[in-house]
């Protein structure tokens, strides 16, 4: 093959995986499960002045924070503290799980891939 050749098979990759990657991005829009119930659906890409939501929990209060930089966990009641210490939630990383407190935010697109999954 020639050296022109490679060049286009390469750009016809690239605009492949450049498709499938814009297919495969979950939807923007972010759940917050607590006990397995979905209490609420965030949308994070529009709000433009960020907020915190406070959820009670067992063991005192967790705090989300909600804003165009993304969704993290500020503060929690949990012990471990591994939900805050996961940083912000990010498309194709892994949900944040607090698992004391039965908290799980994801993008709801993922979970509902979880959920097929798990059956
Ligand atoms: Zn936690």
Do not use: K
Not at 47 to 59: A, D, H, I, M, Q
Not at 69 to 75: L, N, T
């Amino acid at each position: 093959m020639s050296n022109r050749r490679w060049v286009l098979v390469f750009a016809l990759l690239a605009l492949l995986c450049l498709g499938v990657m814009r297919l495969q991005r979950p939807g923007g829009a972010v759940g917050v499960w607590q006990e397995g119930e979905l209490i609420c659906t965030l949308d994070p890409a529009s709000v433009r002045e960020p907020y915190t939501l406070t959820l009670s929990t067992r063991s005192g209060e967790s705090r989300i924070h909600v804003g165009p930089d993304g969704v993290y966990m500020e503060s929690a009641g949990c012990r471990s503290q591994l939900c805050v210490r996961h940083g912000p939630l990010r498309s194709g990383g892994t949900p944040i799980v607090c698992l004391p407190e039965r908290i799980v935010i994801a993008f709801t697109q993922q979970r509902e891939d979880v959920d097929a999954v798990s059956g």
